[in-house]
């Protein structure tokens, strides 16, 4: 295992700095309460731009959101999320068989511009889109080595960069009950950062599904 490239407790900060942050500013202002949600779900994601032999990866996120309602159909949602991201990877020239497990934890911060259709009732949809910015706090990767054993692909993986950039895009849904807000969603992101910082021949970048579940508190 591969130790953490980044404080968790200087994560953790940046966390509870945003979120604190933008709550506060929200409650000077009266008419502008955000709703607080908890949410978590499945991820799926591989390395995109690449030309070796990728396989999706599962995964899991889990994190929290505030939603400021600037008008009826906008509002803007910041989030921290703790997201599993990977890959499995196979690599095959003619020095070199192997296969690599990419498992990379990330602490992700998305800034979504979301705007809510018009609906009234038991379902509220709405779409989403905003940039993210991650920074990688575990790297639990591994190599499969299938010939030539003087030749892996460990220092590369050991190369994964400390940060990473992209955009989201996703739709969603809340459930208005009564006794609470349900949301379900799913959503893409794109990272624009080379995962490996130019390590390797061609530039790896990562590419996600979420489907996650939102409980208002």
């Known amino acids: 295992m591969i130790k ?6 200087q994560i953790a900060f940046l966390a509870v700095f945003l979120l604190g942050s933008a709550s506060a500013q929200a409650q000077s202002q009266e008419e502008i309460k955000p709703d607080k949600q908890i949410k978590g779900g499945l991820v799926g994601s591989r390395l995109i731009n690449t030309e070796w032999e990728s396989s999706p990866a599962p995964g899991f996120a889990i994190g929290l959101s505030l939603d400021f309602r600037f008008t009826r159909l906008f509002s803007v949602q910041p989030e921290v999320l703790y997201v599993e991201k990977g890959s499995r990877e196979r690599v095959q020239v003619p020095s070199l068989d192997t296969e690599f497990n990419l498992v990379l934890d ?51 993986i050991g190369e994964a960069r400390d940060s990473d950039f992209g955009i989201v895009a996703g739709i969603g849904t809340d ?41 208002q508190f």
């Open 4 to 9: 953490p490239v980044t404080s968790i407790k």
């Open 175 to 215: 459930l208005d009950f009564r006794f609470n807000t349900v949301s379900a969603e799913i959503r893409y992101s794109a990272g624009f950062t080379d995962v490996f910082g130019g390590a390797a021949p061609q530039p790896a970048r990562n590419g996600t599904v979420m489907l996650l579940i939102g409980f």
């Open 106 to 156: 990330y602490v992700e911060v998305p800034v979504l511009a979301k705007f809510h259709l018009p609906a009234d009732g038991l379902l509220l949809p709405h779409v989403y889109i905003g940039p993210y910015a991650s920074f990688l706090i575990e790297n639990n990767s591994n190599t499969e080595i299938f010939e030539n054993e003087q030749q892996t692909p460990d220092e590369l």
